[in-house]
């Protein structure tokens, strides 16, 4: 019997030896953070303007839309500054963004950046040829994609139909202007320059 307790003494002092050593290695294999005063900044935001640089009043499409849809939204702007080997560039610099209910990208562009901005007349994205779904379907919802999610993602997917929904009711109760949550739309660009090859990649959601 003493034995056995003596046994199980030097288990658990073992143990706990071990445990102190790893703890220790852990600790050691933690990076060092740098204190405010060594960190160095690579930029510095700064505030150009107390009004946004898109508005409504920028083109009469976009007061057509805001108004159709029953609330103004600027969704997803992204900004590039036009690479040399752009050739008949408009300006400097092409800001992409889209209404999140709207039938296109948008385009606006300027010189400055703090300067004054223009919209491109054209639709640079149709939804008709963005490859997206144009007409909504019987089953467009949230609970149809159920199916490819874990139980945890189909709860959220679901939650976040029904604030949808809801938001959308209350939309088109105040207002009376408020298209479905199904309603196949072209929002949220994202823009990106490839130096290497010399081109520029857009993707849409």
């Known amino acids: 019997m003493k034995l056995l307790r003596k046994l199980v003494f030097i288990f658990f002092v073992i ?28 930029f510095q935001a700064e505030r150009m303007s107390d009004q946004p640089i898109i508005h409504v009043d920028l083109h009469p499409r976009l007061k057509q839309e805001a108004e159709k849809e029953g609330y103004i939204n600027i969704n997803g702007p992204n900004l590039i500054r036009v690479p040399d080997w752009v050739e008949n560039s408009l300006e400097k610099y092409y800001l992409y963004f889209a209404h999140h209910k709207g039938s296109y990208i ?61 938001s959308f009711e209350k939309g088109k109760k105040e207002s009376g202007k408020s298209s ?26």
Request: with cysteine; net charge neutral.
């Open 15 to 42: 143990v706990l030896l071990a445990s102190a050593i790893l703890l220790f290695y852990v600790q050691s294999l933690k990076p060092e953070l740098a204190s405010p005063s060594e960190t160095t900044l690579l």
């Open 106 to 166: 948008k385009m606006a562009y300027t010189d400055s950046l703090g300067g004054d901005w223009k919209m491109y007349d054209e639709e640079i994205l149709p939804l008709e040829r963005s490859g997206l779904v144009t007409v909504a379907g019987k089953n467009s919802n949230l609970n149809t994609l159920r199916k490819y999610n874990s139980c945890s993602e189909s709860i959220a997917l679901i939650e976040i139909g029904k604030a949808t929904q809801k």
């Open 180 to 205: 479905a949550p199904t309603t196949p739309h072209l929002a949220s660009p994202e823009v990106v320059i490839n130096k290497t090859d010399s081109f520029i990649l857009s993707w849409r959601g």
